[in-house]
């Protein structure tokens, strides 16, 4: 039964650009955009305990970095998208010292608090962030010679992203580290007394979450061809994070969902009503008050009440 | 010389406004260990009312602006506490994300109802006109804000060091559980806690109005400094707060005229120094 719905699952993310319009190849593409980002930021919060309010910076700056090398300085795609993730990987391994000296809700603020300032600078460094008008002009890269211009090639070029995203994610968190990431967060006196350091631990997830944050952040800027920082605003990590904890922080899957549900509100309220930040509160009073622990796990106990009241 | 003096009273005003704003943000993230990420839309709602009122009713005075804005909203937070924060006691995660969602809610209906255009608010006639001192020329209100700080510092000193609420407070954030065991009705105090704060905000924010104007992202521009203010000084400390207020102040006024591009990078390094060297803050007690 799972296996026929996963099969079916795959096969229509599959043959989407085949059957379905424009608008909903590229509505999907930024389904699987906010979902590497929503999964990288899982690692942090569900497996890693770790609940940041700021990972909206490694999207943002991988995005601004990339943007600024290929239309100022000339740089073609590859290597601008390598220093791009290099740069970021970097400032997550900065950070990641910075906020690390504290845990939950001190985490939360130095995270909160330096994302702040990265979006303060995006506005007023305008000599070199262009401030509100964001960056224009910039194209999409052509991997071996294959142009991304068509909304078709970038939704298949962002699936395959996307599943190998998800796969190394998958392998990163039932690998013996990711046990002992779990360990940590659940126990972390008894894991120091094991003989791990939960710090470096944490460190390395929080670095690895901001490696994905990158890749996501590149996708997002070849996906818009535009920059604004809007996209390193507390809004947006507010938006992922919501995602996460929607879907079900701590699964796999969940983020997933709950990153599409977020994007496909955003979307389809957008058209209506003007009030996104006020919807985006109200899901978020509505999920923490109503569905602590998200759709994906609410799913999974409704479904096996119904199977054992059927059986 | 006049430079630096100017320079150096703004610093203040903006250190006094820091501190009204973030030692509220203490005093609830010490009792309540919620981190309110509403404080900044608070202070943004106070400023909002204040430039509305004051436009509208010409003849009323900013110091009873401040006080009814200060009021309402904290008649705001504490509705918000009881019906929903208090739902929430055993999901202080949770207990944070719906404080963001409030942020969203509450700023964007300002947009809404006051659109996206600053809005100035007044300085008061009677202090509008420059004191001399000392041969120096200082703006009057700016003069007068610092007062107003050292006073709220002194009254909340006052407060908590030496009424009995205070007591009960500083039992509470010692030791929540023991408080509860001796009869201290905790959860009341919650409330208490979190009008205060949340009215210290609103009365802030009519008084920052003159400096700062109302205009949609301010919310976002305070809560930020309010955050590394108290990073700085440490958690659950009033004088910390009181302390890397000014400091804050210093740094942002000094970096905005001075390098007014890196202002951002500037205010974010002594924030790295002290949890280098101090992750609880200048002022904070270890395991606070």
């Given at each position: 039964m799972r296996w026929i719905a996963t099969a079916i699952f795959a096969a229509v993310a599959l043959l989407l650009p085949f059957f379905a319009g424009d608008f909903y190849i590229n509505l999907a593409s930024q389904i699987l955009i906010a979902s590497i980002f929503a999964l990288s930021l899982n690692l942090l919060?569900?497996?890693?305990?770790m609940t940041s309010l700021g990972h909206a910076s490694y999207l943002g700056v991988a995005a601004y970095i990339a943007a600024l090398l290929t239309t100022r300085?000339?740089?073609?795609h590859g290597t601008a998208a390598l220093i791009s993730i290099g740069g970021t990987v970097a400032m997550a391994a900065f950070f990641g010292v910075i906020a690390l000296r504290a845990t939950g809700l001190g985490f939360l603020m130095i995270t909160l608090a330096l994302s702040q300032v990265l979006w303060g600078l995006a506005y007023r460094m305008s000599n070199v962030t262009n401030g509100d008008n964001g960056i224009t002009g910039i194209t999409r890269p052509a991997p071996f010679g294959l142009s991304l211009e068509s909304p078709a090639a970038f939704y298949w070029f962002s699936l395959i992203v996307t599943v190998f995203a998800f796969v190394m994610m998958m392998i990163f968190i039932s690998s013996s580290f990711g046990s002992s990431l779990k360990g940590v967060r659940d126990q972390p006196r008894r894991m120091a007394a094991l003989g791990f350091n939960p710090w470096m631990i944490r460190w390395i997830t929080f670095i690895y979450a901001g490696f994905w944050g990158a890749i996501a952040g590149l996708l997002y800027v070849y996906y818009n061809k535009y920059i604004h920082p809007t996209s390193l605003s507390t809004t947006s990590s507010a938006e992922a994070l919501l995602g996460v904890i929607a879907g079900?922080?701590?699964?796999?899957?969940g983020p997933a969902v709950g990153a599409a549900l977020v994007l496909l509100l955003k979307n389809y309220a957008s058209a209506y009503i003007e009030r996104w930040n006020m919807l985006l509160g109200l899901v978020f009073l509505f999920i923490v008050l109503v569905m602590p622990t998200g759709i994906v796990p609410g799913w999974h106990k409704f479904m096996a009440r119904f199977r054992g009241r059927s059986s | 010389m006049q430079f630096w003096i100017i320079q150096g009273l703004n610093s203040l005003s903006l250190g006094g406004l820091l501190f009204l704003l973030s030692s509220g943000f203490s005093l609830i993230f010490g009792l309540m260990?919620?981190?309110?990420?509403t404080h900044g839309a608070f202070f943004m709602l106070g400023t909002y009312l204040g430039a509305v009122i004051l436009r509208d009713y010409?003849?009323?005075n900013i110091w009873v602006t401040a006080l009814g804005a200060g009021i309402v909203v904290a008649a705001l937070g504490g509705l918000f506490e009881r019906l929903v924060l208090t739902r929430l006691k055993t999901n202080p995660l949770g207990q944070v994300l719906v404080t963001l969602g409030m942020a969203f809610i509450i700023s964007d209906a300002c947009l809404v109802l006051w659109g996206g255009d600053s809005i100035p608010v007044p300085t008061p006639r009677n202090l509008q006109a420059p004191t001399r001192l000392f041969g120096f020329i200082f703006p009057t209100y700016r003069l007068v804000l610092v007062g107003c700080a050292v006073a709220a510092a002194l009254g909340l000193y006052f407060l908590i060091d030496r009424t009995r609420l205070g007591a009960m407070i500083r039992a509470g954030v010692d030791d929540r559980q023991m408080a509860r065991a001796v009869g201290i009705p905790v959860s009341r105090l919650f409330t208490v806690v979190f009008c205060l704060g949340a009215g210290l905000a609103g009365a802030a924010g009519v008084l920052g109005g003159p400096i700062l104007s109302a205009y949609p992202g301010l919310d976002a521009d305070m809560l930020p400094l309010a955050l590394i203010v108290v990073i700085l000084g440490g958690i659950g400390s009033l004088f910390g707060a009181f302390v890397g207020s000014f400091v804050i102040g210093f740094i942002y006024t000094f970096g905005t005229t001075l390098f007014p591009e890196l202002a951002y990078i500037i205010l974010f390094l002594p924030m790295i120094f002290v949890i280098a060297f101090r992750p609880q803050g200048l002022f904070g007690r270890v395991g606070a």
């Open positions: 919060v569900g497996f890693g305990g300085y000339g740089f073609d079900g922080s701590g699964t796999l899957a | 260990r919620l981190a309110n990420l010409s003849g009323l």
